[in-house]
């Protein structure tokens, strides 16, 4: 079955910090993964993803997430954190399961930026 | 570009009736994809359209249903409402289906059942 874990419902960092919210990942076969942001009553704007080719994903607004097969991890991170960062961070996974694509989200980390 | 578009935005309904929402992709996208958002479940997958056929679906009882128009702009459908139905339904777009797609969300339509 495929799976996705954000081990931690809220993360808090000081402004100017590097952040990271962690996701790890169930799947059979190779990972399609996403990261999605949702500002409160918004919906998901996409960050980045990983299909395949360079571990080191660079996406939006300065963020960018390492895929590392071996720990099944797919860590969002951002060098320094700004307070216009503080949102809800979800990490999804996609991928075949007969015949059908499967999209699988995790629960989703609260970050809070701390001025 | 336009994004995508919902409506409505917001709607109230009472336990067994039924209800249509409607979703807009981005110009020239094909692909409509569908999800539910609530407090104990998360985001779960509904379907996705593409080219007016469903080509992926999720663990959804029958009582969810969708359909898309030539325009690609496509509806959704849930009958028989129960008080878990309430939730926040997000409609996504993407040029093309396949997981190497980009979904661009819209705002959602928050559905409150009574």
């Not at chain 1, 960050?47 to 963020?63: Q, R």
Request: charged share 15%.
């Amino acid at each position: 079955a495929q799976s996705v874990a954000q081990p931690e419902d809220q993360v808090n960092v000081a402004e100017g910090n590097p952040l990271t919210v962690k996701c790890t990942y169930s799947v059979s076969g190779n990972p399609y993964l996403f990261w999605y942001v949702q500002y409160p009553n918004r919906g998901l704007q996409f960050l980045l993803k990983y299909i395949t080719g360079d571990n080191l994903v660079k996406g939006s607004y300065g963020f960018e997430a390492e895929f590392n097969k071996s720990q099944t991890s797919f860590h969002l991170k951002k060098p320094s954190a700004l307070v216009s960062d503080s949102a809800l961070y979800f990490c999804a996974v996609r991928s075949y399961s007969g015949g059908y694509q499967k999209v699988t989200f995790g629960t989703g980390t609260k970050l809070q930026v701390i001025p | 570009k336009a994004g995508v578009t919902q409506t409505p935005r917001y709607l109230i309904k009472t336990r067994g009736q039924q209800v249509t929402l409607s979703c807009s992709p981005i110009s020239g996208h094909r692909s409509v994809s569908w999800y539910q958002q609530t407090p104990g479940q998360g985001l779960q997958f509904l379907f996705e359209y593409f080219s007016e056929t469903q080509r992926n679906k999720g663990n959804f009882p029958g009582r969810f249903s969708g359909r898309q128009f030539s325009n690609s702009r496509s509806e959704m459908n849930v009958s028989t409402l129960e008080l878990g139905d309430s939730a926040l339904y997000l409609c996504a777009s993407s040029a093309n289906t396949g997981f190497q797609e980009t979904q661009y969300f819209g705002p959602g339509t928050r559905l409150l059942v009574l």
